[in-house]
Structures are given as structure tokens and as C-alpha cells.
Nanobody, 117 residues
Framework: QVQLVQSGGGSVQAGGSLRLSCTAS????????FGWYRQAPGKQRELVAT???????RYADSVQGRFTISRNNARDKVFLEMNNLKPADTAVYYC???????????WGEGTLVTVSS
């Protein structure tokens, strides 16, 4: 199993920046994909960014060019750098990994990001 602990987030004005971190423990060697998702009030959870085991990032169109996903060399931490934040980015952000031969999903506890206009 993999455990995920998130940090970062908070409140910022539009145009500002925030950085989210997620630390994995347990069977981290089995992680195939790192990702960040978000869920705004009254909406479904949506993909924000992912990074494959090979290091290839993928972004939602809504954050392309503003957000950057990265991970450390030990592949047990993943980060989300968020720049030029907009009120539409307000949501609870969740760290996610897919691990093991069956791609089992593991989730962080979520952290609230609030962007005011």
C-alpha cells in the first residue's frame, strides 16, 4: 500500500502563486503515475496534472502554462507549482498515485486552495 500526506495550499489573490506538496510512504517503488486532481464545490473531481514513471507531464487545458507538476529523484514526493491563479482554480486539491500491477489508486487527504478576485 501507499500512504500520501499533502501540504501547502491556502488562500491567495488572483494572479498569485501557491505550491502543493505530497509525500508518499509505503510501497513507493510500485508507484507508476503521480497526479493532482481537484474538486470545486458542486462539481466532479477533475484531473489537473499527471506525471508518468518516465517523467512525462500531462495537464488539463485549463491549467496548461500556469501549473507545473514535478517530483523528486527518490520518486516519493510530488509537487504542484501553481502560478497566475484564478478564482476558477478554487477547489480542494488531491494528490493521487497509481501503484502496483493493477494501477491501484491512492489518494491524499485533500487541501483547500482558495483564490479571491
Amino acid at each position: 500500500q501507499v500512504q500520501l500526506v499533502q501540504s501547502g495550499g491556502g488562500s491567495v489573490q488572483a494572479g498569485g502563486s501557491l505550491r502543493l506538496s505530497c509525500t508518499a510512504s509505503g510501497r513507493t517503488f510500485s508507484i507508476n503515475v503521480f497526479g493532482w486532481y481537484r474538486q470545486a464545490p458542486g462539481k466532479q473531481r477533475e484531473l489537473v496534472a499527471t506525471m508518468s514513471s518516465g517523467g512525462t507531464p500531462r495537464y488539463a487545458d485549463s491549467v496548461q502554462g500556469r501549473f507545473t507538476i514535478s517530483r523528486n529523484n527518490a520518486r516519493d514526493k510530488v509537487f504542484l507549482e501553481m502560478n497566475n491563479l484564478k478564482p476558477a482554480d478554487t477547489a480542494v486539491y488531491y494528490c493521487n498515485v497509481e501503484a502496483g500491477p493493477y494501477g491501484t489508486d491512492y489518494w491524499g487527504e485533500g487541501t483547500l486552495v482558495t483564490v479571491s478576485s
